[in-house]
Structures are given as C-alpha cells and as structure tokens.
C-alpha cells in the first residue's frame, strides 16, 4: 500500500472537502461532498454522540445514498451547520426527489468546543452559515490543522485539528480518511514529542520521530485540557471512504473496523465522555471481491490513526489558546 497523491480522502475520485471558521469563536465546520450522491454508513463507539440523521444511515433503512457529510464544532448548536448544507445543496437542485420536492440528505456529527477560550456570545447561531460556507467552499484540496470543524479542538495535552490522509491498496482501490481530532485521551506520549500513531505514519507525514522509545505507555493520563476545563468536553469524529462498490451493511463493517484507528492514536479512546463516531462511505466507481472488505477496512483503520496524528502535527497557534500547539512544544 501507498499514500495518495494529495495523501487526503479527496485522493477518491469525486470527493470535494470545504471547510469555514471563525477565529473569534474558535471553532467550525467541514463538509464532504462528492459529484454524485453516494452510500453511507455509520458506527458510535463514544459514549457521548451529537448527531443529525444518522439513523437512516442504518442498514435496514430505506434511504440509500445521502449528498453530504457533515463534521462540526459547537456541540448541539453545530448540528445547524447541517442546515446550511442543505440549503447549499437545495440552491444546486441536488437532493432526494419526490415528486417536485427536493429533499437534500445530510448526517452529521458534533464536537464539544464550547469552552476552548473563544468567544461564544452569540445572539444567533453561527453555524448554519459556517456549514453553507463550508459547502461552497469544498474542493479537491483542503488544508489541515487549525482549520474547519477542528479550528477549536483540543486533545488532552495539545492543540487538536482537522487532518486527513489515503491508501492506495495493491489492485488500485483507493482508502481515505478526514478526523477532527478533538479527543478526551494523549495523541503524543509523555514528554508531548511522539504520536501514538508513529508506528503507522508513511514518511514524515507528522514529523517522522518514530515511536516513543519508552516502555509502560498509556499509564499516565496527565492531562492539560482537563486541568483548564473538565473532562467533559470531548470527541473524535470522522469519515472514512472509498472508491470500491459497497452496500450499506459493508460501509458500516468499514466504520466499526475503522474505529481501531482512533485506538490507536488516541489513549484513552472511546470514553464516555467521547462522541467518538465514524462515518463510512463508498463512491461505488468500481466492484471488487468480497474477501477484500477486511483489506479496506484495515486500510481505513491505517488512515484515520495516520489523519489524528496529522490533525496535532499540523495545528497552529491563535490568541486565547488554552493549549499549546505540537509544534510550540517541538519547535
């Protein structure tokens, strides 16, 4: 396996990513759209979940493709930048017809970052416009970092982020992933110089310091963004996708095989003070053999444990941070 050109989930054909800020309220949204609508599924693992349509995204449910995917800051009040999608989506004619209604289909997914230091205070909702922003802004290339729905992320010792990455599997299918990272537990071992995801980065996609040398890893559980806030204030949510034709059932099969990525780059994961979550999709541009659905979703696994470590690698400094960046303390 090999990285993508761009190393970014837009390495699958038909994927645009956009993302929208706002730096005084630190904190904001991304979008993944594609040319078409596409299949998508979805697994929780957190014990803390803000969500917006994801039960249709269950196997058993009627609807069969959605034309969008929705990551957020802002907690109950980031579900809204769905809305803004949708009016994007609407304004385009795209959308589930029924008859002469257009009906757009768009889950979505929140962090907690209500108490990272910005500014707050609104009288009306910021973020169905950051949502309708971030759809008009989606393209094949993206930036990573302080940036979207990871503008105001915070992992327990460090500055989280946005960050994404891609596999190319032996046949040509392609793998990718996009996170905000945003995560109860360490991203980088004591000491806040290695990732946890080192034994998986391809080059020095986030440093390339290699694995923490040292032995008894995942003990101590010091944690900065507690200490500033409380340990409520959390979550990790992503998508992973894919080029190669899968049903629902088989994207959810991607989604809870994918969630082994946050495992491992993130310690603790998965607590009940986590939404952890993970959406799965499939473009659907080419069929493959059924054996190979573990492949993907190991590939899938690969690149979200690789996105979380380029999420923290690539985050940047603002006013008011409560915590420092990675690269503040690796300078």
């Given at each position: ?22 730096d005084a309220?630190k904190s ?28 249709l995204?269950?196997?058993d ?15 109950a009040y980031?579900l809204?930048?769905?809305?803004g ?13 029924i008859k002469?209604a ?10 907690f ?7 707050k205070?609104w009288?009306?909702?910021?973020y169905r416009?950051?949502?309708r922003t971030?759809?008009?802004?989606a393209?094949e290339?993206f930036?990573l970092g302080?940036i979207?729905?990871g ?13 994404s990455?891609s596999l190319?599997l ?19 071992t004591?000491g ?15 440093g ?7 032995s008894?890893l995942?003990l101590?559980?010091d ?5 500033a806030?409380?340990?409520r204030?959390?979550?990790t949510?992503a998508?992973v ?12 099969r ?9 495992g491992r780059?993130?310690?603790?994961a998965?607590?009940p003070?986590?939404?952890?979550l ?6 659907e541009?080419?069929?493959i053999?059924p ?33 420092p ?7």
């Amino acid at each position: 396996m090999q990285t993508g050109p761009k190393n970014l989930i837009t390495d699958i054909q038909g994927l645009r990513v956009g993302n929208a800020q706002n730096d005084a309220l630190k904190s904001g949204a991304t979008v993944l759209t594609a040319d078409q609508p596409f299949t998508a599924s979805v697994h929780v693992m957190g014990g803390a979940p803000g969500t917006r349509e994801t039960d249709l995204l269950a196997p058993d449910k009627s609807v069969a493709v959605v034309d969008a995917l929705v990551l957020s800051g802002g907690s109950a009040y980031g579900l809204d930048a769905c809305s803004g999608v949708v009016d994007g989506l609407r304004a385009v004619g795209r959308g589930f017809k029924i008859k002469d209604a257009t009906i757009p289909l768009v889950p979505g997914a929140i962090l907690f970052d209500l108490l990272n230091g910005g500014d707050k205070a609104w009288d009306d909702n910021p973020y169905r416009a950051l949502g309708r922003t971030a759809f008009n802004a989606a393209s094949e290339s993206f930036d990573l970092g302080s940036i979207g729905a990871g503008t105001g992320a915070l992992s327990a010792m460090v500055k989280g982020g946005l960050g994404s990455a891609s596999l190319q599997l032996p046949d040509g299918t392609m793998v990718g992933a996009l996170v905000a990272a945003n995560p109860v537990g360490a991203v980088t071992t004591p000491g806040d110089r290695h990732f946890y995801a080192a034994p998986f980065e391809m080059g020095a996609e986030f440093g390339g310091l290699g694995p923490d040398p040292a032995s008894g890893l995942g003990l101590d559980l010091d944690s900065r963004k507690t200490a500033a806030m409380s340990p409520r204030e959390n979550t990790t949510i992503a998508i992973v996708a894919t080029d190669a034709t899968l049903t629902k059932a088989q994207c959810q099969r991607m989604a809870v095989a994918a969630h082994d990525g946050i495992g491992r780059a993130t310690v603790p994961a998965h607590t009940p003070h986590d939404g952890d979550l993970v959406f799965a999709l499939s473009t659907e541009a080419h069929a493959i053999d059924p054996t190979m659905l573990g492949l993907i979703g190991h590939a899938a696994s690969l690149c979200l444990a690789r996105a979380i470590g380029r999420a923290i690698y690539h985050a940047t400094p603002a006013p008011g941070d409560l915590l420092p960046c990675w690269s503040d303390l690796n300078a």
